[in-house]
């Protein structure tokens, strides 16, 4: 027969919940309904649906007193359901009912409808469930801990300014807005726990909720304070670590270490990986700044690679000591001194900084709760606009041959140079020889001709660069970029590609603080001037599939700024002086007491255990018996309130047959009967309960009553 054939009856070993344990479960639902609705619900849909889960908790109860089928009660639920969707469609598609309800009425009530019914319906189902058989209690728990992991979800990026009232609040306390959302989800999930899985004895859930957070507090407190985030990829998902491999030309790597891929719109999400401070005022030439972390300049074959030997002014790593210094080749004369403090929220492979960074120094973590690592840059922009850097040629002539093969070697196609032959065939005859004329007539030519999207179909060619330029014009910024340097290295110009982060101050609402967000990677052109030193020179196409960047979160932005400052409060100033809450101090005096209080416990139960080996042969007969009722205590064979020893044994005589006996002796002795002084038949009838627990409660029970400290506690 199926389980629908069976009545939900009442089981003696499931007692109904009183009121109080029905309201909090009522209430633990409301909240985790409240928290899956409120980004698709009106505020009426939510209050509909609180009162649907309130009404449904209370039905749920009336329903396991009168026996009412399983079936029954599923296919009630899933009718209300299917019935609350119905009618709201049909509420929303009748021109009636918006003539009637007019349309802000129509979409309340449909809200309403939908979600009131919808949320009745699915607690009514889970109450019963749980009512029904205790495994499905489970199903509760899951509910309520989504919700919590859904609220948590949602700062999984970082967001830890939202909501704006909470985080305000914290910042003013001087508290972390992070520990009161986990506070919260962690509160919530115990709760959870605590009332939906109530099959045992208060007392022992307690202990379990006591021993739970002592683990809790104790890993708290031991940890260093940050869980440390995933390992971000460098710009463009290129970790330097590919597998190698030959290309088809059988030089240096392949393939497999490509920066080529065929569908890049997923590669980078949007979120925070690092904020720089700015330590002094700069506005870069176009709006734009740019945070090296790599430069690929090597040609093996089929695209560039990082090589050793060469690039030494990029700096990639910091280096055992904590600082790096690189090889200056910006000239002073035309650029100035920038300092910046970078703090990243994610590991990096290569330290991002502002180009060009001359020194990288690691400096105090104001806060690493929050932030992997902090260091100080030094950079050399350019403090010139680059038109006014014409009539300088690219290669120096002080170059050795070697690093002149170098920084020009391009594919073995000659369409590269016809192509730029006619790109620079209609300059101005009086820049005809300038390279860096040469150069702004490329990139124009990119920037009109090509067209920026992230899904390309050239990874799998021989050369992607070609089949991009001399095909469809499009790709995105690794394909323009590889483009780029290939036809300048064809026109003399020493060139190479740099990839980190780009960021446009424009979508930014100002301040020295500056948020960088993961889709913000970026490759781009660099060219090399004789005494200038390398330039960025990035190709902006003028046509795109791709919808404007979201701006940058200027609250989140602000925030991790004073973070960054070391201001505890986030710059958030309350009208007097902001309370602070000595954590360090709560967390080691919290977990003291629990520790007290399990040592107290234990201490409790060993001096209880060995007492009748201790106290002599006069008192042992008590204390034998004092200690049998401990050990059925831990169990949950303890005497209820009012019952009788005699009736106490009788319950329990399916578990521990010589209690019967042991407690006629007791009471025996108490009423003043003649036995034997040596107490022979206590300790007899203490081995034989002691078997039979043994042989008639489960191991695993058995060792639960041996770990609990307070089990002693509940003997009568």
């Known amino acids: 027969m199926s389980g629908a ?26 909240f985790a309904m409240v928290l899956y609705l409120h980004p698709l619900s009106s505020l009426p849909g939510i209050a509909a649906a609180i009162g649907g889960v309130f009404f449904a908790v209370f039905l749920a109860r009336v329903a396991f007193r009168h026996r009412l089928r399983l079936g029954v009660a599923l296919g009630v639920s899933a009718a209300l359901g299917i019935g609350g969707v119905v009618v709201s469609n049909a509420i929303l598609g009748s021109q009636g009912a918006a003539h009637a309800l007019d349309l802000r009425g129509s979409f309340i009530t449909a809200d309403a409808l939908t979600y009131g019914l919808g949320a009745f319906a699915l607690v009514f189902a889970l109450r019963v469930l749980a009512m029904r058989a205790r495994a499905f209690s489970l199903l509760e728990v899951a509910f309520v801990a989504g919700a919590v992991t859904l609220l948590l979800a949602d700062h999984r990026n970082r967001m830890i300014n939202r909501p704006r009232f909470l985080s305000d609040w914290a910042w003013s306390m001087g508290i972390d807005p992070t520990s009161v959302l986990v506070g919260v989800g962690v509160g919530a999930a115990l709760l959870a726990v605590f009332f939906f ?30 869980i440390e985030a995933q390992r971000a990829s460098d710009s463009l998902g290129l970790s ?8 088809k030309s059988g030089q240096g790597k392949g393939k497999n270490d490509s920066p080529f891929k065929n569908d890049y719109s997923n590669k980078n999400e949007p979120q925070p990986v690092a904020v720089v401070l700015l330590r002094d005022d700069y506005e870069p030439e176009g709006g734009v700044m740019y945070f090296r972390q790599r430069a690929l300049s090597k040609y093996n074959g089929v695209h560039l690679t990082a090589a050793q030997g060469y690039d030494k002014d990029v700096l990639t790593s910091l280096g055992e000591s904590g600082k790096a210094h ?10 100035r001194r920038v300092p910046t403090t970078m703090y990243l929220l994610v590991d990096h492979p290569q330290p991002p900084a502002l180009s060009h960074a001359t020194r990288l120094e690691l400096t105090e973590n104001p806060n690493p709760q929050q932030f992997v690592s902090a260091y100080e840059v030094e950079s050399q922009v350019l403090a010139v606009p680059p038109t006014r850097l014409l009539g300088r040629r690219s290669v120096p002539a002080a170059w050795t041959p070697q690093r002149r093969q170098h920084y020009l070697a391009l594919p073995d196609d000659p369409r590269y140079s016809t192509l730029a032959d006619i790109i620079v065939r209609h300059l101005d005859p009086r820049y005809a020889d300038d390279d860096l004329a040469k150069a702004f007539a490329i990139k124009r030519y990119l920037e009109k001709q090509g067209f920026y999207t992230r899904k390309s179909k050239h990874s799998d060619k021989d050369d992607p660069a070609a089949s991009f330029l001399f095909g469809s014009l ?6 323009f970029a590889h483009a780029a340097v290939y036809l300048f290295r064809s026109q003399g110009i020493a060139a190479r590609v740099a990839l980190g982060y780009a960021v446009q101050l424009h979508k930014r609402a100002g301040g020295s603080s500056i948020l960088i967000m993961g889709d913000r990677a970026h490759a781009w052109p660099e060219i090399f001037l004789e005494g200038v030193g390398w330039v960025t020179f990035d190709v902006y196409p003028e046509r795109t599939d791709m919808p404007p960047p979201p701006p940058v979160d200027y609250d989140l932005e602000k925030l991790l700024g004073e973070l960054a400052r070391k201001d505890p409060t986030a710059g958030v100033k309350p009208d007097e002086t902001p309370l602070v809450i000595p954590w360090d101090t709560l967390v080691w005096g919290l977990s003291l007491a629990c520790l007290a209080l399990l040592i107290f416990g234990y201490l409790g139960k060993i001096v209880r255990r060995v007492a009748p ?7 042992y007969c008590r204390w034998a018996y004092l200690v049998a009722l401990d050990q059925l205590s831990e169990i949950g064979g303890r005497r209820k309130l009012g019952e009788t020893r005699e009736r106490h044994a009788q ?14 002796a007791h009471l025996a002795r108490a009423m003043g009967s003649t036995l034997p002084p040596d107490c022979s038949e206590f300790r007899e009838l203490l081995v034989a309960l002691r078997r039979d627990l043994k042989r ?16 002693w506690l509940l003997t009568r």
Not at 14 to 23: E, H, Q
Not at 240 to 247: A, C, E, L, P
Not at 697 to 702: A, G
């Open 651 to 664: 319950r329990l005589a399916h578990l521990a047959p010589a209690l019967r006996g042991l407690t006629a």
């Open 197 to 226: 899985l109530r099959a045992q004895r208060l007392l022992k859930l307690l202990t379990t909720g006591l021993l739970l957070l002592l683990l809790g507090v104790l890993f708290f407190a031991l940890s260093s304070g940050r």
């Open 613 to 619: 080996v201790l106290v002599g042969e006069e008192r």
């Open 696 to 711: 008639n409660v489960s191991l695993i029970k058995r060792l639960w009553g041996g770990i609990n400290p307070f089990g």
């Open 326 to 335: 690189g090889e200056v080749l910006q000239h002073p004369d035309h650029h």
């Open 240 to 247: 330097g670590k590919g597998k190698g491999g030959k290309g």
């Open 474 to 479: 499009r790709g995105y910024c690794v394909h």
């Open 5 to 30: 054939a069976f009545p939900l009856a009442r089981d003696s070993s499931r007692p109904v919940d009183p009121l109080y344990v029905i309201t909090i479960k009522a209430l633990l639902y409301a």
